[in-house]
């Protein structure tokens, strides 16, 4: 079991804290993840400062991906390390598995970005320590890493030794990104790294500064420098009297010729200038001080949380702290100017998924900037339109035409990322083929959809302009090609696909995959009819680009004749060709398990592509996102058939489940699934984290808690709220963007008040009243 | 302070083991290096079972070198692991680190080359556990290992996982060697993992089995197989009742397509049939088990104790206990069958030197192998034949003729691969010129020397028609081209060289360098004289090689008047041009510390260059390996001389001293350096054989026992035995071959006894005294 706590009160504050307070040394990367710190150009994995065996140290760079060796698909490498600091006190290396721990405690101010330490200790040679830790990445200068180590000896003074530098020495999981490097020690005792990945060749620049105080002055321990394979270190030894603080600075800086700030240039920029921007950057910093430096970021964290909060009075202070840490997050992983790089799989707090973005940014993430911060999904879709390239050559390839995204996204002008051979079967010893890559085909829709949504949300028509309609025509354009027809069935059909359910491969007319392609087509229709008359000149340019009268000629046909799964005479929609002719299997005891994918101790993938058993919600995402097609009674109905054939293997499923049971009224079911949630990355599974905290969970908090607790949805373009408040919680309240302007939602268990804070007029639903509100004006009803 | 004792007794034996009686966990890199298991095909550093923090897990293939990069020097790739063995005991994590340590030793048993570990410990949990391991490198089956953990818990029965395979996640100091390769589980449960080196491309092939044994019985827990990137596990769990032990065997094999069993075929073997000979013999080394392969291996070490062992009888059983610690890694090192392979620096015990050779090997370990096991000694002469063509490609790349060998000798085809540039500059940042793969040449007429003095000793032809008089002409061919004429001196000089003493960089006339290079074109123009009659077929082959007439014009002027720096007035020699103008410096107490190196807390190389302080032994190693050019009192002066000026920071200097001061009757300074030689790797620094032990200065601890105490030199061509008995010692033993036969001498602090043990008669000097003595017979004369 964990030893997360939730009501730590930080700075007079409860509910903005995730704190351990027992120290695990069997479970270092869970707590690596969930406390990683981030500003969407880097990411820091928590590992501690002191050594241990089990340890994943770990940080990233959006964007910059490299194959570790030609066949090896692209990947976030993991830059050198900056967090490590090895102390000696009274001769003894500082470790919490020597000695005795007489009191621990580690949390993640959620509401500062500040990660913090606390550690009274005793040594085997029985002295005492205080020690004090604290961390941060700058939300301020995005380049910017700090570091303070605060060490207290009681009883005697200490001779103190402290190590520490930059240690290029790492891998992900073994695979090698840098090249040799440079290694350099400046006069001033600023240490520099700078290494060219091996593959793309971008030049990665690191610099740290270390400065000690000692009882609050200033001191100048003998810095000795140490230069190894790869790593940079300096160590300093001196005397720290009793009840004395000593008290270590890092302040490092990350710079990459993949920067965003050097996007313009025709070429990379200089090494040269790199090493000098950073060096300088390092240099100032050195010169601020680590309180200056955290402070003009917890700043911008506490700008960022004025506007985003979620205030939740709850009966569990979980609650409340774990929708924070999905804000948290959300924000940490999200670039903030950079329309190049899109939200990995986990963030920026892991080498799982390789740094890859999947429709989880799209489906699961989206909705909280769309509908919370839209600047931050509009460089999102950006990111999708920067891709364009890669997915229009990926259509070629595989013989279709438009826009073919990649089932896993990294660098924008990569056709797919997702690995073509993963590990090797244990039995046959061969390498076995990854088929999402090829097959799992829905996310070309999933982007369109994200699309469209942004903008009926945000009416932002200068996106549309420059990026939207471009790919929702040119993915209708795929689907087109995509779909062949079957003259038996006298329909058009999409063969062999994998839908979300990725337990089941190689499927016919995924119902899933057929609905959101036949959606894409209409809008793709749609638009092009309407285009010509609403936005002559931009109708000009695309039909330039696609010809409309072509592209309407070949959609049209497909539109009108792709084969739609049914509900039957039951009210089930089957989720592709022949789904009820599988067997079914009684799941009860992988339902039970704690730990996801023990369906495998069982059985192997062939074998469950015969059975009725899901991994994660499908035809329910499309009960969810096509929230008009079916009524309430059959979507009812194919709730309760397909959550009992639902393992919930994948962090996609629950939310969705939570938000239908929502809408359904299914409080308690609603409830567990909230919980399940939240405890994707906060729960007790230890080990289900390690690779990073999982991005799509931390949007699907949201989503659990405004689309379902909050009962907002978008529907025919008109936005509705209809809450339906957690049985637990008091009162909810959540910030919301509609039109260019801010809704505050307030939730009691009796009423609902959406308050105006735009200028503009607001008309929406409210719990199935249609009403108008005027901008500075309020509107309450009761529920 | 290490916890090292060399008094165990291990099956009734005592001065055979190292021990290690208390867990230091900050300094693992120490025992893995003097633990180290090998066999001269295979080396395995003795990291423990289970992980800790700063372990630095090792384990390599001789000959398999490759450049991580293209900048890179070509180095030993680290193999991937097998040692780790992850114990999870009741549910916990077994670790010294956490619980109690009730009872901890290790030892390792030089007689049979087994490591050994036994372990009573408490859980944090408080339930109590014993625990024995054991593993050994194979003498007889080179491609094998073997590991043994047997666990007994006790009070209660216990939950037992384990969890183990072969990892390769590893690196050498952070650089990736190996590509991605595959990995297979066979239906048997072998694991297999196989891949290529990334630039040299020989693809290594690693197979492990492993099975269990409850309370005697085989067990069959269900292993359950893990792939991970560049890694295959395989975990178990089982119940174990109390009392009972649970036995793990983990027998695992290493092949490559460097192995020389494929020497002689035209391409590579297939990586095919690599992975089938490796299963075929895991599958039945796995028939087999544990205590046979061992007991097969065991035989091959007593065997060649019975031949090599050198006994001391001592008041001291650690002299007994080191002697025998050099012989077991001095075998260890050393390749029984491969002649296209040299002994790395750290033999196969690390990563340090990079696996390569230097002069080491010919002047400190080769008199050991030309001294007791001619077979192997011929084998390492063999390599420098092998490397030939590299060496006269780097001649020819520098501008001279004939053959320069290479500082540093990786794969026989490389010129040098000594890395041109290490590190940076602390404080320019730019990166540093590796000087003495450049300007340390004195290696040349090194290598000659040790062909020299293994025909000497061995009077084996076949090799010098085959192997020697080449390299010893060719190197000389080398010198006359090197040495330039200076007409202020009258005189041919060299130039712009680093002598051994490497505190001195870009020296003229070193002095070992000019004797050591005029002696090997004297040998060259005796041999090309003396052959064509006594070996005219030979000398017909060399002479249409090299010219005889064209050689002997080349190489005669410059050995007739090569500057041949001479002692002066006060019978110093200098130690190049110009020595005794540089600064006088105060060395007390740089040579008071422990550690080597301090002196760079002071000053940095260039000062150095222009003080009177050696880093090790230079003029003096000349009077030593050219021991009739000068007379006692020269010596005698020279040694104290440049003894007060040498810090022996280089672990080939005590050893050099201690022989010298021998051979001078100092006792108390000979025996202080053989205490030195020993504690190189066995002394209390703790972190100076991190990367390995100090192969040399194995070599070093024989020629300090045999040349220093023993009295055993070559001069003239005729063996000497003039014994100056350790005062700690009553009694010395120990072989030697001469001549095709084999001697065994008996030293006490009264007498030397010389026996001949092979049919033929042998002539020598004994302490002075010239005799013949018969085969089969022995002669004693007082001392």
Known sequence: MSGLNYDRVVDGRQGWAVEDSRFDPDHL???????????????????????YAGETRGMFAAGTFDRSEPEEAPELPNLPDLTNVELTLSGCRFSLERGKLLKYARWLNLYTGELCREVEWESPGGQRFSLRFARFVSQKQLHLTGMRVEITPHGNGAQITVRTGINGQVSNTGAQHFRKGDLRLYPDGILEMSAPTGQSKIWCCLHASCRFQLAGAPAEPALRPVIQRRAIYGSAELFCPAESALVLEKLCCVHTQRDVEYAAFSGSVSVEALKHTGYALARGAAGQGYAALFQESADVWAAWWAKQDIRIDSREVYHQTAVRFALYHLNSMSSKRDARVGIPAKGLSGEGYLGHSFWDTEIFILPFFTFTCPQAARLLLEYRWHCLAGAREKARRHGYEGAMYPWESAWITDEEAAPMWDGADIVTGQPMVVLTGLIEQHITADVSYAVWQYYSVTGDEDFMRRFGYEIIIDTARFWASRAQWDAVRNAFVIKDVIGPDEYKEHVD??????????WNMGLALQLMGELPERDPETAAQLDVQFSFALSREKIRPVYDRLLLPAPGADGIIPQFDGYFALSPIDLTSYKRSKRVGTIFHDYNLQQLNTMQVSKQADVLMLLLLQDGLFDDGVKRRNYTFYEARTLHD??????????????????AEAEAFFEGSCGIDLGPEMASSDGGIHAAAMGGIWLCTVYGFGGVRMRDGQLCIAPRLHSQWRRLHFPLYWQGGRLEVTVSDKSVLVENKGEKAVSLWVSGSFVTILGGAGYEQEI
């Open 29 to 51: 990367a869970k707590y690596e993840s969930i406390f990683a710190l981030g500003n969407g150009y880097l990411g820091q994995r928590a590992a501690l400062e002191e050594r």
């Open 509 to 518: 007319n995924n119902a899933y995959t057929n609905y959101m392609a036949h």
């Open 650 to 667: 994948s962090s996609l499923s629950k939310n969705t489940h939570c938000v239908l049971a929502c809408d359904f009224g299914a409080a």
